[in-house]
Structures are given as C-alpha cells and as structure tokens.
C-alpha cells in the first residue's frame, strides 16, 4: 500500500479530473477500504481543500470551489501547457506580465527535473511588433470589465477617446454598445461590439476604453457575420465590411501578383501574409493582399530586387503612380550634398 502523503495525492488527482466520484469507485481505483477513501479526504480538508460529499444510492465526493485558493496537483501536460501559457501571457499586454513572470518563475520551481528541462527548451517568443513600437498597456482590471459584460451579455457604456478630437467645446458622449468578444490581434487587445448608436460591428481599442458602471440591460447576442471571430475581426482590419458578398470574412479588398528577381527565402522572411512560390534560384513569385492597391505597390516595393507585374492592371498603375511620386521627391526642393571628411554621412550645404 502507498504512503499516506503517495496516497493523498493519487486522490486529489482524481477528484480533479471529473466533478463526482463515487465512494465505493475512489476506493477502487486506490485499492483502499472506503473507511480509508474517509479519513483520506478528512486529510484534504484538513490541508484547505474544499471536498463535499454528496448523498445518493452511490453517494461520493467532490472537489468543490472555495474561498481561497488551494495548492494544485497537475500532471506532466497540464503543468508543461501552463508554463508555456504564462510565457506567452508576459507580452501580451494585458497589465499582468509581472504576476505571469512571478507565476511562471513560481511553477518551474516546483516542478521535476524532467518537466523542467522540457520548458527551458521550448522558449516561446511572441512577436507582434518592432520593440520601438512597444504595445499599449491595458489595465486588467479594465479587461477583467469588458469580459464580464460580454460573459454577462449586458450593454456597456464607456468613454472612448478616438483618433480625432470632438468639435471644440463638446464632450465625445459616450458608446452604448453589446459587447460580443474580447480579442487580441497585432499586440494589441480590441472589444468586438455592436454599436447601438451607429447600429453597425465596431472593434474598440481597449486602451482607449474607459467603462462607466452600471452595465446596462441584458441583451439577446446578434449573430456575428460569418460566424467566425478571427476571420471578421481580420478582414475588418483588412478594409472589408461584408458588402463583397463575403459576410466580414473575405480577403483583402486589393490583392496582386507579382514575380520577384529575389530568392523565395529571403522574401518569405520579410513576409508576415501571403504566398511565395520558388522559380528559380534567385526568382519567386508573390502573391500578396493589402487595403488598397498603393499600399500593396509600396509593400512589394521594399523587396530590394526587380519587380514584374503578372497583375491585375490596377496594380501596374498604383506602381505607375508611385514611381512618378518618387521621382518628383527624388528631384524637387532637395539641395545638393557633399561629401564629408572621414567616414561621416553627407551633409546638404548650407
């Protein structure tokens, strides 16, 4: 028979995994008498977790929610799935990369040699931005909000501050919304609403969001176009608002084709979307999506290498129209340069 401490953890184990055990099930699956599967979970309750028995022609127990917060068992996935989840959570920008550190620093401790090596192995790095262009910080407690009204299916209220200020002298009202998801999306963390006022989807950055208390009344949710978060916040931020026939979840509005004189690997290291495909060893050709067909010429333009136009015509223009832009900068209002002595950069004169 197992030690009493061996023991007690095979029987945490267990009331953790399923809601309801039977007495007579725990002391067979522990090889015990049920006098023992007792006194047992007396010991548990001793040590602060919060096991009820339940009456009923089995009768049994269960792990139950309490006021505080008990010590964990996990087992090998469960504890190699959590560390990899606090890693990811220290950039998310959510206000609680210092608690997820601490957390992290706190459950490798604990944890056996072999779970140990298997996370300093696997470093997870989520890079959503350039560092000099660090993500907004969100107030958790502004976060823990938000899903509480989308949880709680109630309209919100809250302060919004825009890009653009209100006309002079008046106060921005404030957005009346249902809220429907809490997303992330480039770094930063976005609440996904129906707008009550405007009556159409909205996406709100939530550092930009300020909640007035109370909610408001409980709400029926509106089936979202497409049924698909990810897809409709995407193509949202892609330009496309569902008139396409594409209900919020179709590509970008301007999409072209070009052939590159670079080897597919160094493209396909600078691009985030899009598809390459190998011609040779230095030609690939890019297929690639953007909000309009000048940004998508001035995307393709910043591979150093040359660029063919397989299409559409409207791609060929928007290269036309930037190549007459840049020439025009290139040679307009620009004084002259001068070397410098030493290895100093060019200077304009004076």
Not at 157 to 163: G, L, M, S
Not at 171 to 186: D, E, M
Not at 214 to 230: I, Q, S, Y
Request: aromatic letters at 6%; glycine letters at 8%; charged letters at 25%.
């Amino acid at each position: 028979m197992p030690t009493t401490s061996a023991r007690l953890l095979c029987l945490l184990s267990l009331l953790q995994a399923r809601r309801d055990w039977p007495g007579a099930l725990l002391a067979e699956r522990l090889d015990i008498s049920p006098r023992t599967v007792r006194r047992d979970v007396d010991r548990l309750r001793e040590l602060g977790y919060p096991i009820v028995a339940f009456k009923g022609p089995d009768g049994g127990y269960r792990l139950d929610a309490g006021a505080e917060l008990p010590p964990l068992l996990f087992d090998d996935e469960q504890a190699v799935a959590l560390a990899i989840a606090l890693q990811i959570a220290t950039t998310t920008g959510a206000g609680i990369e210092e608690a997820a550190a601490r957390a992290l620093t706190t459950v490798r401790q604990v944890m056996p040699a072999r779970l140990r090596s298997r996370i300093d192995a696997l470093q997870v790095t989520a890079v959503e931005r350039p560092a000099s262009r660090p993500g907004p910080q969100v107030d958790s407690g502004v976060l823990m909000t938000l899903s509480a009204a989308v949880h709680a299916r109630e309209v919100l209220r809250f302060d919004y501050t825009a890009t653009s200020p209100p006309a002079a002298g008046l106060a921005a009202p404030p957005r009346r919304t249902q809220p429907h998801h809490l997303v992330t999306w480039g770094g930063r963390w976005y609440l996904l609403a129906w707008d009550l006022d405007r009556e159409d989807w909205r996406t709100f950055r939530a550092d930009r969001i300020v909640p007035r208390v109370p909610t408001g009344p409980r709400f029926t949710p509106r089936e979202l176009p497409g049924g698909d978060v990810a897809a409709f916040v995407a193509a949202r931020f892609r330009g496309s608002d569902g008139s396409d026939g594409s209900n919020g979840s179709g590509d970008w509005p301007c999409r072209g084709e070009v052939i590159l004189g670079l080897p597919a690997a160094t493209v396909l290291r600078h691009t985030r979307e899009g598809i390459v495909e190998e011609l040779g060893p230095d030609r690939c050709r890019l297929i690639l999506g953007s909000w309009s067909w000048h940004g998508l010429a001035a995307t393709i333009g910043r591979y150093d290498g040359d660029i063919e136009v397989v299409g559409p015509p409207e791609l060929k223009d928007a290269f036309a129209h930037l190549a007459r832009r840049y020439a025009k900068a290139a040679t307009d209002t620009l004084p002259p340069y001068q070397p410098r002595a030493g290895n100093e950069p060019p200077m304009p004169r004076p």
